[in-house]
């Protein structure tokens, strides 16, 4: 009984997702990637597209950075700082969007690209560090003893030990910030100015009206690849044993 | 070793508390100091709009519960051989964004003409919030040793007492944490409601519109803060119960 | 010639309004087996950490080889270490765990090879096998040695070890024990290790130190300390004991089980400390006592007694010899066999 609900559920969910994938491959009923092609030569797609993807390497590179270092450091310290990276986590992304975008206009700071990617390195320095942290602190302490007892001195214990044990997380981390920032919508649509748009902004102003294209379709297509693959990526990652 | 933290930390107070202290100041009518905003802010126009938008989150987050709890009991105490693929299916959506999962459902919706209804907005919302419901209640079911169930068995109690008395009861902790999930950002969402709703108002709406079509900085402030509020003493009610936040 | 591997003087450490430590004065001889034994939370584990360098004391000096160290970080003392937990590197294999410490001392290649070899060989893992596998691959009586390779080959003066033995099953400890003491007479290191074990440490130690509360309650030998205990302490960690509280009056002890040949200068009250080992069935002793059989735990051979005199529950380690609970015996002992502690 509960197995027809759980399978209903499941149809539920990935019917619409299906419905997407397969009607960009049809026009009338028969295969084509005729719509792909509409995509690809499209140059405001183009261009989206090169701006969601530096826009995420840039926020993924520096999110990563700062918020590796602040898990160490909390790992370490037992400093109680935690608190402060956990808000932006649990606060509704609409709030977030709205104040940065007051506190651009009173800066009179130009809403542009580096508008938008400043917004995306604070959420995402808190999620990197909130994944870091629960991994390293599955290694205990003694690791990193054992090594200076060896003669390593603390730097040499970092780049040795310390760093590559905490690489899978950092790569999860990197995966999910880059995906935080890739499918972005609202903090990026109230923080961009003219001329900067990104992919999701390109669907949703595609598909603000109820408009189903296919043409939309195939770009959604095209999104929903680049997702799974990520996807795929961070749970190979995640259960990599070392 | 401490100061590895603080470039995240300086970093955090000027691009995330900073912002939300001048959102506070606007709510009070900065540059000048006005209380009218929270007052206008109060009227049955932006009430009723705050109301729909808890009406709208509450049954999202209930029709969530309902339809998450079996799957979750059945991914975390019965599937055997399909577990992990399963659990791989829940997980999947939450590395598609929001956007084009609403843009899925919409392209069901629009053919069979259901759009720009009630209907549609609550269909959208549960399609996308489901996943947030179903992992934490799986997290905490699956916590719970099969050999309670089986000593509960054996102290004569049935299956549907056993799961009243001893799965359901531990269950709680991931239920709280999924209907916290699923209701905050509910209350806020904008993406779902003006794509599939049309004219349909939230307070995610609202703000959309106070803030990037009227630059209405003041009053958008008010409502943002009244509706950071509304969270923060669920937040705390939370806190008070569970002790700490599970992420 | 210097005679002593770890010194310490006059060390403490605390934590907030916690002495850990407290004024601890060790001398530890080179080439020894030396055991700190103690109850969880005696400051054993952090004496050792004071050593190691891990961390530093607030008074007092440590020296290694003769030279003072006390404030010298861990690298750059000639110490290794073996942890509770192993601490072996998830993502180096065995060779690379155990050349660790050599390739930040830019041995030549070849150098590395010889001596990780050998001290695979030291710990009974052989080479070939094990170099190349990864540390989940291994079990745990087998990450122990590697564990110990690792540290055995930077050649440190002292090597430290800290439980290694906790997380083993009963056989495996008692095989790893004697492996230890092997590894040890082997390769000539000063050996200090934590415990909270007794067996561990009277059958490996040349000496031993019993830590109570931060303080050092006595060094000596296993035979000293279990022959000879000097405090209460001691005599109850260390072995089973019988104690039995006394007046002092002239040349005996009055006691509730009646008078007791002893001789005791200047206290008024002691505890007599007699081993249950030590106390013998039968008249043929210097004190002697009638009781009663309470109870009565066959071990196999030998036989535990709980004999009741007076009210006064003595044990008694004897070979069986018929006896039935209830039974009436007569107990005694030589009053050298006795230990006269402070009350």
Known sequence: ?242 | MRYFAYPAIVYLIIFFYLPFFIVVLYSFGFPNFDLKYYFDVMKPIYFKVLLDSVILASITTVLCFLIAYPVAYYIALRAKRWKNFLLVLIILPFWISLLLRTYAIMSILSPLGLMFTFAAVVIGMVYDYLPFMVLPIYASLEKIKRAQIEASFTLGASPWRTFIKITFPQSMPGVVAGVILVFIPALGEFVVPSMLGGTYTTIGTITWDLFLRYHDWWRGSAISIIYMTIIFAALAVYMKKAGRIEI | MVEFAVELEGVSKRYGNFDAVRNVNLSIRKGEFFSLLGPSGSGKTTILRLIAGLIFPDEGRIKLTGKDCTFVPPYKRNIGMVFQDLALFPHLNVFENVAYGLRIRKLPESEIRKRVYECLEIVNLDPETFAKRRINQLSGGQQQRVAIARALAIEPAVLLLDEPLGSLDLKLRQHMMAELKRIQKNVKTTFVYVTHDQTEALVMSDRLAVINRGRVEQVGSPIEVYERPRTRFVAEFIGEMNFIEADVCEDRLISDIGEIRAKVEGFKKVVLGIRPEKVKIGSKAENVFRGKIEEMLYLGGLVKLNVNVNGVRIKCLTSYNGFKEGEEVEIGWNSEEAIILEA
């Not at chain 1, 400043?118 to 999620?127: D, E, M, P, S």
């Open chain 1, 1 to 242: 009984m509960i197995r027809i609900f759980v399978l209903m559920v499941f149809l539920f969910l990935y019917a619409p997702i299906a419905f997407v994938i397969a009607s960009s491959f049809l026009d009338n009923g028969s295969f084509t990637l005729k719509w792909f092609e509409k995509v690809f030569e499209d140059y405001k797609v183009i261009r989206a597209f090169s701006n969601s993807l530096i826009l995420a390497i840039a926020s993924t590179f520096f999110s990563v950075i700062l918020g590796t270092a602040a898990a160490y450091a909390y790992i370490r310290t037992k400093m109680s700082f935690e608190s402060l990276f956990y808000t932006p986590v649990v606060i509704p992304e609409i709030a977030e969007a709205l104040s940065l975008l007051l506190f651009y206009n009173l800066l009179s700071f130009p809403l542009g690209f580096y508008s938008v990617l400043l917004g995306h390195i604070a959420f995402n320095v808190a999620f990197v560090f909130v994944i870091v942290k629960a991994r390293l602190a599955g290694y205990e302490r003694s690791i990193e003893e054992a090594s200076l007892t060896l003669g390593a001195n603390e730097i040499q214990t970092f780049l040795r030990v310390t760093l590559p044990m905490a690489m899978p997380g950092i790569i999860a981390a990197s995966l999910i910030a880059f995906t935080l920032s890739w499918d972005n919508f609202i903090k990026t649509v109230f923080t961009t100015g003219p001329g900067f748009q990104t992919l999701p902004m390109l669907i949703w102003s595609q598909a603000v009206r109820g408009v189903v294209s296919p043409s939309l379709n195939a770009l959604a297509t095209l999104m929903l690849l680049i997702s799974i693959t990520l996807a795929y990526l961070y749970i190979r990652v995640s259960t990599k044993r070392e």
